[in-house]
């Protein structure tokens, strides 16, 4: 093999790799934008004056909160699985413990895959086993050895393609994989191999290599929706949003030049003469030069920057992007009262829910199938497929949102109808407590603490 053919990926991971890395990068926050790119310099900023924005420069994440709050919506029950005998395997149970042999519990680690597939799309699982023939079962429990799960994000799944079997069902015949230490592992229905680029001739060199004895390739795709687009892509979460996050980004860093501009006017000074020697310190940015001939209108003076209206209409566009965000997301019912200062009624709340449910129910079915297959994948690599007729994998179809919803506008139309400021305080505390589940005891108080002070400040007020 050539290193041309080693590197070669996929049509759909050539067009889709910098929509992937871009999407991650929004998820990470400032410095993921930075790195890749994302943050650019205006065609009349000077060098000095960019890197400076960059170390200035911050966002406000929405898509990390929208990530997030799907994911702890989507967890927030257990999943409903029953595994028959398979419950009591003892290497399943040392599989459920740590299922990745880096001691990750089975149920955070698809927490995090399935994170990671909301934020790229979708994500690869290999369930595999190592190649060490124990000889007995006593002694792969001895050793510790039984079928793991390796993932891959779909910028290090290189290449795949798939065939039909003799009923026309379609099945992955081949695939390419790069691992995290820069080889790359491909997958053939007969065999599979490990191969690393020399680092000093740059030729590949097969390192590992083995038969396949399942005779399929113990991959499962990892879908957080599924694309209309291309069978193998998943849709993320930030497909629309990301973009409007960015441009929060920059709509903020224009904001704090605009904000730097009002605390450091600009000055004006005669301009000097051509033939008038010494260097100029004050820079073009910050000075601007009128004719000395104009006599008293020509002495030097500071030029007032009036700032303030283009501040305000910065902000009022951001917070018109920030609810464009959550109703592109189907969130916009959970976000009201972060994003909106209007009561929405009980029926467009109730709208706004179900489109949120649907997207959650979306996800659990996904996710339940990539579960039932990884089991499957696990029994065939020790002999019990026929332990699978048992099992039963699968996940919530609602999630409570519906009454979330009416619970908000009773709470809603309450507050309008009182204006006592104690029952604000506590109507807004009860609003508050549905959406803090995700932190510990001491931040839940923390935050009741702070919406009481407020409140107490309200009433001094």
């Keep these: 093999m050539d290193a ?20 991650q990068a929004a998820y990470e926050g400032v410095q993921g934008l930075i790195r890749c790119g994302a943050i650019e310099r205006h065609e009349r900023e000077g060098e000095r004056n960019f890197r400076r924005r960059l170390r200035e420069v911050y966002n406000l994440n929405y898509c990390k ?10 967890f927030r029950k257990p999943p409903l699985r029953d595994l028959g005998p398979l419950a009591d395997d003892a290497l399943w149970r ?16 698809m927490a995090e895959q399935q994170r990671a597939a909301a934020i790229l799309g979708h994500v690869g ?19 510790g050895i039984y079928p793991y799960l390796a993932a ?21 015949n081949f695939l390419k994989l790069r691992d995290d230490d820069g080889s790359y592992r491909i997958w053939r229905t007969e065999g599979w191999e490990v191969w690393r680029e020399n680092q000093d001739s740059g030729r590949p060199e097969l390192v590992a290599s083995g038969p396949n004895p399942l005779g399929e390739i113990p991959f499962v795709w990892l879908y957080n929706l599924r694309s209309l687009e291309h069978r193998f892509l998943g849709y993320s979460d930030l497909t629309d949003i990301a973009h409007i996050d960015l441009s929060i980004v920059r709509n903020l860093s224009q904001c704090e030049e605009a904000i730097g501009l009002a605390g450091f006017p600009m000055m004006r000074k005669p301009m000097r003469e051509a033939h008038q020697a010494g260097p100029d310190l004050s820079g073009v940015a910050a000075v601007l030069e009128f004719n000395p001939e104009l006599g008293e209108a020509g002495k030097p003076d500071w030029l007032k920057a009036e700032v303030g209206e283009t501040v305000s209409a910065i902000l009022d566009w951001i917070g018109f992007k920030s609810r ?17 200062g209007q009561a929405q009624s009980g029926v ?5 829910f179900q489109l949120l449910n649907a997207k959650l129910a979306a996800k659990a079915a996904n996710l339940a199938e990539a579960e039932r297959m990884i089991v499957w994948y696990w029994l065939r690599w020790q002999n019990q497929e026929r332990l699978y007729e048992r099992v039963a994998i699968d996940r919530a179809k609602s999630y409570e949102v519906d009454d979330l919803a009416a619970d908000l506008a009773n709470a809603l139309a309450v507050r309008d109808l009182v204006s006592a400021p104690k029952f604000r305080t506590e109507l807004q505390k009860r609003m508050a407590k549905p959406f803090l589940d995700h932190l ?22």
């Excluded at 413990?97 to 001691?103: E, I, M, Q, S």
């Excluded at 891959?152 to 992955?172: E, H, Q, V």
């Design 440 to 461: 510990d005891d001491k931040e839940q108080s923390d935050v009741l603490r702070e919406i009481e002070q407020e409140g107490e400040k309200g009433i001094r007020e």
């Design 4 to 23: 041309a053919t080693l590197r070669s990926t996929h049509p759909l991971h050539d067009a889709w790799s910098e929509r992937w890395t871009f999407y």
């Design 94 to 109: 040392l599989f459920k413990d740590d299922c990745d042999l880096w001691g990750s519990n089975f149920d955070n680690f």
């Design 125 to 143: 699982l290999l369930v595999d086993k190592h190649a060490i023939d124990a000889g007995t079962r006593a002694e792969e429990l001895r050793l």
């Design 152 to 172: 891959y994000s779909p910028l290090a799944i290189l290449d795949w393609s798939y065939d039909r079997d003799l009923s026309g069902r379609p099945f992955l």
């Design 348 to 352: 467009a709340l109730k709208t706004k």
């Design 324 to 340: 464009e965000i959550y109703r592109v997301a189907n969130a916009g019912g959970i976000s009201m009262t972060e994003v909106s």
């Design 65 to 74: 909160g929208i990530v997030d709050l799907f994911s702890h919506y989507l």
